[in-house]
């Protein structure tokens, strides 16, 4: 597993099953998680400590008895609720995982007090830990995504979509298009027919950042992406589009805690000693 300064542990890797874009493992003393947006959905159990979260400028919190799943597309933080920081384990899951009719019902309320969903991502954790289970895996991932769909599907969401959503959606449409090269304000205003204070203060408003924060996190999220295929951080730097290695590292740290040399890990279970693998 890889190391920080202050206790701080992380490891990061991407599974041969399909619907997991990524396995994720920390251990946070100080790392606060600026905000910023996913294009997967994020399921998380804490094993220490607990999460101070906002979604879409809503407070929330995750607890080690609880799960917590976050949509796509919708900004968040997160920092320690104590001062000995928070050990997690995340599943960051394709969309086609579950149905965009169950974003709003996950904003309404992310966290999910449910032991027996939780004992089932902790399993399936230790199974993608151990190479040459995939089926295994899939198998308990397919489960975990239909007690999700049943627990969503229970609520009736309330989320009332801001004044010029369709325009904040066509930015963003155009900013993921855009990732690498980018795109100069004007040229985006020029685009979409729209005035640029209009068009930023439209963007703020409907997904929580500004443009330009939304496109670092895209940029972001493309490198570490890059960096689990086996890319050196020189070259995912380039190709997500960063000025340098040294663009990279900065904006990597502030977000994800540590650098992009430092961010992969050997899979690790993360179990607790009470914690033991169960059929």
Do not use: C
């Amino acid at each position: 597993m890889v190391s920080r300064p202050a206790g701080s542990h992380v490891s990061a890797w991407r599974p041969s099953v399909a619907g997991v874009a990524e396995v994720f493992h920390a251990h946070f003393v100080d790392h606060a998680y600026p905000r910023h947006i996913h294009d997967v959905w994020t399921l998380l159990i804490v094993d220490d400590g607990a999460v101070r979260f906002d979604l879409d400028r809503h407070r929330h919190g995750a607890l080690r008895t609880s799960v917590t799943l976050l949509p796509p597309y919708v900004p968040h933080d997160g920092r320690s609720a104590t001062p000995d920081g928070f050990r997690k384990r995340v599943l960051y899951l394709d969309t086609s995982a579950l149905g965009a009719e169950l974003v709003g019902r996950a904003v309404d309320e992310p966290d999910l007090a449910d032991p027996q969903l939780r004992d089932r991502i902790h399993q399936l954790h230790q199974v993608l830990a151990v190479p040459g289970d995939e089926f295994e895996a899939e198998s308990r991932l397919t489960l975990i995504l239909d007690r999700l769909r049943q627990q969503l599907a229970q609520r009736a969401s309330v989320s009332v979509q801001p004044a010029g959503r369709g325009l904040a959606v066509r930015l963003r449409e155009l900013l993921d298009a855009r990732t690498v090269e980018g795109v100069t304000l004007g040229e985006a205003a020029e685009l979409l027919h729209a005035h640029p204070t209009h068009l930023v203060r439209t963007f703020t408003h409907a997904h929580g950042l500004p443009p330009h924060s939304y496109l670092t996190g895209r940029r972001v999220e493309l490198a570490r992406r890059l960096l689990l295929t086996g890319q050196r951080p020189a070259a995912a730097a380039a190709e997500a589009g960063f000025f340098d290695q040294a663009h990279l590292t900065r904006h990597f740290r502030r977000y994800l805690g540590v650098s992009p040399a430092r961010y992969l890990g050997a899979p690790n279970a993360g179990t607790r000693p009470d914690e033991g693998k169960q059929p």
